[in-house]
């Protein structure tokens, strides 16, 4: 089970262009999952589904800089 779940490598690069001030937490929890918490942060992370559709859920907040 483990080998089916092994990354290729890919990554993808996110920028955070939003302040979570007077946000959900649903959206604040996406910004810390991601490993963002700060403006203008920029972490590097492995390009999977999961995280694509973490930035998609909030385009308002983070961006992917590639």
Known sequence: MADAKKKTGKTVTIKQIGSPIRRPESQRKILIGLGLN???KVVTRQ???EVRGAVAKIPHL???VD
């Open 38 to 40: 700060k403006m203008h």
């Open 47 to 49: 390009d999977t589904p």
């Open 62 to 64: 983070a961006v992917i």
